[in-house]
């Protein structure tokens, strides 16, 4: 497979055909797969697909740039989790992926936007996963609020689908405080009153916490 | 099967068992017609439900984007249809709504007496009951705790339910049977009445011949891979449609018949809030409070819009909070002290559905700026709201802005020049019109009992029929009017199968 980077004119090419339709389905039914396959080269190792976890349709350097997404998104402890393999986003997008396949074409021309777009397109000069915590987080920044809204659109693809491939987990939930479903003391204590406290606003005043 | 198959024939074809379809397979079973309801979704019954949304989203449900504003919309996709799915809501038609419909759009038929008839018949089927204090979570108390400091009006939301054991699924098929839904009520009654339920089968275009409906075409689907079968040909002289707002009227549109026009939603978005104590909101039922002051129906007449608590399950907490990285993580690590509330907003907007040249749909719906700014005006009322209630922090669904601690911090959401992506997650799960019935043939796609204009025989029956949305929960509503409209094509299907009523699914 191809490990080179793409042109930034093949980039621009890719994100003026991103389907808007296609794309904006994403993100809510969420799925796809790539037509810019490309291997891993020089990627970190932590996200390369493990061997035991071939991608059905994500190519390897889709499977890692919506690894390195997911892991800029959900924000440190989470990362963690996804750098131990604990939780695997993209290997659960994937999945998704697979079961509605008339996505993946617009997912994976999204996730090459991501990975191969550089400045003035997006805030940075190297791949999407050469680079660093700040750096792919000050990328997410701008696609998050541009004023371009097919880089917004990408943004809450990319967002729609890694909270539903991170948040589903039940590896998340622990994470989180969530003790799973039919907890019979985490219901009762939701069906509890709620305890008297003595001021409006700004938090707890009456000794309530529990 | 093959075609010319005697079971390839039957008195009555209804096409989804849904809120729409449901009732009117029960009632056309049970005034004796020989019923075959088709359902492109599966059939999964309660045993199935593992409350585990990686296994019960791709399973129960569909979304779609509309690709002009960024908005998703959701619905069910399994038998049962969205009522497998929704939080069980359930709020009697609005008389302010059937008056409109009636004065607005010259449904001169749709009488509140008439359809009360048809609601109370609902209401007793589906169990709805009244929510009472035991059945309010901590989350749905917060919301109702600030509205009381504010001096606003609430209510617990009646629910259709039996014996709920606040697991917090509703939304994700009810584990414990509890939920009234479709599943459990219309369709196995339908059944037991006699009705044939083919699930995993997609009906391609109706057939009309000479101005008459002769059946439908449909392909069965393969239960692994989804793949459509053989094209199959059933054939009836009544096929009544209810295959939701995403589906009838692209259905109607690929049989050469007119429609898509007048659609309609309620739009949401969701505002978040951090409490010093533990909320567990992810329990409990899914929704059951309701600030109704900002409604105008049901005798309110305010600005449009209901704030209603929702489940604070993770996935869709953290589509709707605004940041990533740290700031998401902050938010999320709050997670068992998180309360939430959905806006239920009475859309002015009015979305037109499409197909394109695999006939599939297309939506198309861009929120007015009237709609944009009630958004706006009810996430600053609930951002109140939860600091009156004591929240410490409040995450409004607008990507950018800063979570808030006091109102005097809500400058911020009054200078975001609001886009519909400006949203993190602006979505609609109440979908309306699409086929909408109509005074005349141009202003619509059927007359007021669902006779689609043109094509005798053919009905439509579910929410795609209203020809507006109703400003609350509307499962009740789309229920009644299938039912009635049900009533209507089985007294119209001629006087041999009309003497073969067994007992009217109004007075049961």
């Known amino acids: 497979m191809n490990a080179g980077p793409l042109s930034q004119e093949a980039v621009e090419k890719a994100l003026t055909a991103l389907h808007r339709r296609g794309f904006l389905q994403l993100a809510g039914a969420v799925a796809a797969t790539t037509l810019f396959p490309s291997g891993c080269g020089a990627v970190p ?22 690894q390195a997404f997911s892991m ?89 689908l890694a909270t539903l491939a991170v948040y589903t987990d039940p590896a998340a939930r622990r994470v989180l405080g969530h003790p799973g479903p039919f907890v019979a003391e985490g219901i009762a204590l939701a069906m509890q009153p709620l305890p008297v406290r003595s001021r409006v606003g700004g938090g707890d005043a009456s000794g309530s916490h529990e | 099967m093959t075609p010319g198959d005697e079971s390839l024939r039957a008195d009555a074809i209804v096409v989804g068992t849904g ?42 449900m569909k979304a779609t984007t509309v690709p002009d504003s960024g908005m998703e919309l959701y619905a069910g996709a399994c038998v049962g249809g969205s009522t497998v799915v929704n939080d069980a809501l359930c709020w009697r038609p609005p008389p302010e709504v059937l008056a409109r419909w009636r004065d607005e759009y010259g449904l001169r038929g749709l009488e509140d007496s008439d359809f009360s008839r048809y609601a109370d018949a609902v209401w007793q089927q589906v169990h709805a009951t009244p929510t009472g204090p035991g059945d309010l979570s901590r989350n749905a108390r917060l919301l109702e705790r600030g509205a009381q400091r504010l001096g606003w009006v609430g209510e617990a939301m009646a629910r259709n339910v039996r014996g709920c054991a606040h697991l917090g699924l509703c939304n994700l098929g009810c584990p414990t049977g509890a939920k009234q839904s479709a599943l459990l009520t219309w369709v196995p009654r339908a059944e037991r009445a006699g ?63 007119p429609a898509g026009a007048g659609l309609q939603f309620h739009s949401s978005v969701s505002v978040t809030a951090r ?60 997670l068992p002290h998180l309360a939430r509330t959905v806006v239920v907003l009475r859309d002015e907007t009015r979305g037109r559905l499409t197909i394109d040249r695999q006939g599939t749909a297309v939506v198309s719906y861009a929120p007015v700026p009237h709609d944009l700014e009630r958004l706006r005006l009810a996430i600053r009322q609930l951002a109140r709201l939860y600091l009156a209630a004591g929240a410490e922090e409040v995450w409004l669904p ?39 019935m109509s005074a005349t043939p141009q202003t619509g796609a059927c007359d007021e009992f669902g006779r689609v204009w043109g094509v005798r025989g053919l009905y439509v029956s579910d929410a795609s029929c209203l020809p507006s949305n109703t400003g609350a929960n509307p499962q009740i509503t789309i229920m009644a009017n299938a039912l009635r409209i049900a009533d209507g094509s089985a007294l119209a299907s001629g006087p041999r199968r009309a003497s073969r009523r067994r007992h009217s699914s109004v007075s049961s």
């Open chain 1, 45 to 66: 190792s932590e996200l390369v697909p493990p061997s035991e976890r071939v991608p059905f349709v994500l190519s390897e350097r889709g499977y890692a740039t919506f």
């Open chain 1, 72 to 160: 800029s998104l959900v924000g440190p402890a989470l990362a963690r989790e996804i750098r131990t393999r604990a939780l695997d986003p993209a290997s659960a997008a994937d999945a998704w992926v697979a079961r509605q396949p008339a996505l993946a074409r617009t997912l994976g021309q999204g996730l090459v936007v991501l990975e191969w777009g550089v400045w003035p397109l997006l805030a940075k000069w190297r791949p999407f996963t050469a680079l660093g915590d700040a750096e792919r987080e000050r990328v997410l920044a701008r696609l998050a609020v541009s004023r371009i809204e097919l880089l917004r659109d990408l943004y809450r693809g990319l967002k729609s």
């Open chain 2, 19 to 60: 809120a729409g379809g449901g009732p009117a397979a029960t009632a056309l079973a049970e005034a004796g017609l020989d019923v075959l309801v088709l359902e492109s979704g599966a059939r999964h019954e309660t045993r199935d439900f593992d409350g585990e949304p990686a296994t019960m989203l791709p399973r129960l």
């Open chain 2, 195 to 257: 009705a044939r339920v083919q699930p995993r089968t997609r009906v391609e275009r109706v057939l009309v011949e000479a101005g008459r409906v002769r059946g439908v075409e449909a392909r069965r689907l393969d239960a692994a891979t989804g793949q459509a079968g053989d094209l199959l040909r059933w054939e009836s002289p009544l096929v009544v449609l209810a295959a939701g707002v995403l589906e009838t009227p692209a259905l109607l549109l690929r049989s050469g018949i």
């Open chain 2, 275 to 334: 409490f010093p104590e533990r909320v567990y909101g992810f329990y409990g039922p899914t929704m059951s409070y309701a600030v109704t002051e900002f409604s105008d129906v049901h005798g309110r007449q305010g600005p449009g819009f209901m704030l209603e608590n929702v489940t604070v399950a993770p996935m869709t907490t953290a589509a709707s909070l605004p940041g990533f990285g740290p700031a998401l993580e902050h938010a999320m690590a709050a």
């Open chain 2, 398 to 436: 607008i990507e950018g802005l800063a979570p808030i601690r006091r109102e005097a911090e809500l400058g911020g959401l009054d200078r975001v020049a609001l886009t519909p992506r400006d949203f993190t997650l602006l979505y609609a799960v109440h979908l309306f019109g699409g086929a909408n």
